[in-house]
């Protein structure tokens, strides 16, 4: 904080915050981009599918914390690739139900090392309990912020 009380952006958690959500983001898009012709969004609704199965849209929203134009985009964009497939949702007839496809699931298979690498490269200079304890400290925000918007945004934790 600078000395007359005010606001100063270095020290200000919520811009620390989006500052290295963004390097981190940034690093990871640029490789499954490069390497897979993936966006952030379509990775997320890969792994998605990959750790839970069939979701309906709605699920996927509640599931990533993304809003349904950034699920909608990604799901055609995987869709259109052959990745994720479309089907109808024998509980809701309203709603439709994305799966990875077979070669969905391969892409998964090839990228999931990849990402470990690089969580495993950002954390090297950590230890496991302070890993521990920024995996816990981050659920805790992303709940205090869920409950100041009036959301409840699932927690990792």
């Not at 958690?13 to 390497?35: F, H, K, T």
């Not at 709603?95 to 990402?115: C, D, N, V, W």
């Amino acid at each position: 904080m600078s000395t007359d009380g005010g606001l100063q952006l270095d020290s200000y958690l919520p811009y620390r915050l989006s500052v290295a959500s963004n390097a981190v983001s940034g690093l990871i898009a640029r490789a499954y981009e490069d390497r897979f012709g993936l966006s952030i969004p379509q990775w997320r609704l890969v792994c998605v599918l990959a750790e839970d199965g069939g979701l309906t849209p709605v699920q996927i929203v509640a599931r990533t914390v993304m809003d349904k134009v950034t699920v909608s985009r990604a799901a055609q964009g995987l869709v259109k690739r052959h990745l994720v497939a479309r089907s109808q949702n024998r509980m809701d007839a309203r709603s439709h139900l994305l799966a990875l496809t077979e070669a969905g699931r391969e892409l998964h298979f090839e990228i999931a090392p990849m990402a470990l690498a690089y969580e495993a490269a950002l954390i090297a200079g950590l230890t496991p309990d302070e890993v521990n304890l920024l995996k816990r400290l981050l659920g805790r925000l992303q709940s205090a912020a869920g409950q100041l918007s009036g959301d409840s945004p699932r927690s990792p934790d």
